[in-house]
C-alpha cells in the first residue's frame, strides 16, 4: 500500500536558520510522483514541486532545495535561510497513476507545521 | 491568471441545512477533485470527476454529493451537515495529459452550529 510519513510534527527555527523537512514514503510502483505543497495559515495548497521516479537529480529553487533518494524512498525539503513568510504546514504527497493514467489521487503525509521565529 | 477559485471562502450552515460550495477553474482541467481537510489533518479526497465522470472515494459518506454542469464548474453538495462536517473543503483540479499536478484553491471553511 501506498503511505507517506513526516515523522516532524512540528519545528521551530529561528530565522535565518536553515531547516529540513523529512518524507519518507512506500509504493509498490513503478512509476510514481512526489510532492510539496505548503499551506499557509489562509488555507490554500500552494503547489512547491513535483518529481518523478525516474528523475533523482537534485533540485533547486532559490532557498529551497529538494534531495530524492529512491535507495532510501525518501523525498527531502530543504529551506536554507528560513524566512517567517515560511511559517507554514508542509505537505509532502504521492500519488498513484490510476484510471489509465490520466489522474492521479495524492497520498498526502500528516503534514509538518514550521514555525519561523524572527 | 488561469486559477481554481472557490465562493464562498467562509461558511456557516446550521445543523441539518444543505448547503453548496461552489468550484469554478480557468485552466480547462479535465479531472477536478474535493477534498475535505478537518484541523490538523492531512486533506482527504472525497471525490473526482474525469470530464463528465464522477469517481466517488469508497469511504465518503452519502451525505456529500458532487455536481459538474461543464469543464469550469465544480458543486460540493452537503445535504444534511452535521456537527462533524465542519472543516475545510479544497477543491483541486489538473490536466489528463501533462505532469498530472493538481492545482488548488483558496479552500472554503465550513461552519455547522
Known amino acids: 500500500a501506498q503511505k507517506v510519513t513526516q515523522a516532524q510534527t512540528e519545528i521551530s527555527v529561528v530565522e535565518k536558520e536553515d531547516v529540513t523537512l523529512d518524507c519518507v514514503y512506500e509504493?509498490?510502483?513503478?512509476?510514481?510522483?512526489l510532492f510539496w505543497y505548503k499551506q499557509p495559515p489562509s488555507g490554500e495548497l500552494v503547489f512547491l514541486i513535483r518529481?518523478?521516479?525516474?528523475?533523482?537529480q537534485n533540485e533547486i529553487s532559490g532557498r529551497y532545495s529538494w534531495n530524492f533518494q529512491k535507495s532510501t524512498s525518501s523525498f527531502n525539503f530543504t529551506i536554507t535561510a528560513s524566512q517567517v513568510v515560511d511559517s507554514a504546514v508542509y505537505f509532502c504527497?504521492?500519488?498513484?497513476?490510476?484510471?489509465?493514467?490520466?489522474?492521479?489521487?495524492?497520498?498526502f503525509g500528516t503534514g509538518t507545521l514550521l514555525a519561523v521565529q524572527p | 491568471d488561469a486559477m481554481v477559485i472557490q465562493n464562498p471562502r467562509y461558511q456557516v450552515t446550521q445543523f441539518g441545512k444543505p448547503v453548496t460550495l461552489s468550484c469554478s477553474q480557468t485552466?480547462?482541467?479535465?479531472?477536478m477533485y474535493w477534498y475535505q481537510q478537518k484541523s490538523s489533518q492531512a486533506p482527504k479526497l472525497l471525490f473526482h470527476?474525469?470530464?463528465?465522470?464522477?469517481?466517488n472515494e469508497a469511504d465518503t459518506p452519502d451525505n456529500f454529493q458532487s455536481r459538474r454542469p461543464n469543464t469550469s464548474f465544480c458543486f460540493l453538495d452537503i445535504r444534511s451537515p452535521g456537527l462533524g462536517d465542519a472543516a475545510m473543503y479544497l477543491c483541486?483540479?489538473?490536466?489528463?495529459?501533462?505532469?498530472?499536478?493538481?492545482?488548488f484553491g483558496p479552500g472554503t471553511r465550513l461552519l455547522v452550529l
Open positions: 483541486a483540479t489538473s490536466s489528463k495529459q501533462g505532469k498530472e499536478t493538481q492545482y
Open positions: 518529481r518523478n521516479s525516474f528523475d533523482e
Open positions: 504527497a504521492l500519488s498513484e497513476a490510476w484510471y489509465g493514467g490520466a489522474t492521479n489521487k495524492l497520498i
Open positions: 470527476y474525469y470530464d463528465k465522470d464522477f469517481n
Open positions: 509504493t509498490r510502483d513503478t512509476t510514481y510522483y
Open positions: 485552466l480547462n482541467h479535465n479531472v
